[in-house]
């Protein structure tokens, strides 16, 4: 892929490597992730690659007990959005923890953890 390429499809591309990378706008320094065509904050386009920490918190989840039939074998699961160190808000997979009991995990912070999960997406763990 060429340097200059700043779609969803490189974004995936790192994450299936095990790295969490974003943009960052050239014009004002605002970090974006996933990737966009333009900056949120100024609207300009010109961006360059930066590795993302992966040091985040647990703003919200869910545990989805009735999935749609692409993830029915992976059922129950939770769905989160993570707020990164560095600013953006991702949705992800939250693992490593006991579905059954999950009222704890917004207490403590989450973190990035590359995993094999069927559906591709990013996954975080909390820090219990």
């Given at each position: 892929m060429e340097t200059d390429d700043f779609s969803i499809k490189r974004f995936l591309k790192y994450i299936s490597e095990g790295?969490?990378?974003?943009?960052?706008?050239?014009?004002?320094?605002?970090i974006i992730a996933?990737?966009?065509?333009?900056?949120?904050?100024?609207?300009?386009?010109?961006?360059?690659?930066?590795?993302l920490?992966?040091?985040?918190?647990?703003?919200?989840?869910t545990i989805i007990h009735?999935?749609?039939?692409?993830?029915?074998?992976?059922?129950?699961?939770?769905?989160g959005i993570v707020q990164l160190d560095e600013g953006p808000r991702l949705e992800a997979r939250i693992t490593g923890f006991d579905i059954n009991k999950h009222a704890q995990i917004l207490k403590n912070g989450?973190?990035?953890?590359?995993?094999?999960?069927?559906?591709?997406?990013?996954?975080?763990?909390?820090?219990?």
């Open positions: 790295e969490l990378k974003g943009l960052k706008c050239n014009k004002c320094s605002n996933p990737p966009r065509l333009k900056c949120n904050i100024c609207g300009s386009s010109e961006f360059k690659w930066v590795d920490s992966g040091k985040s918190r647990l703003l919200t989840y009735v999935p749609p039939k692409k993830f029915a074998s992976e059922s129950p699961y939770a769905i989450v973190e990035l953890v590359f995993e094999p999960i069927p559906s591709g997406i990013l996954s975080f763990k909390p820090l219990i």
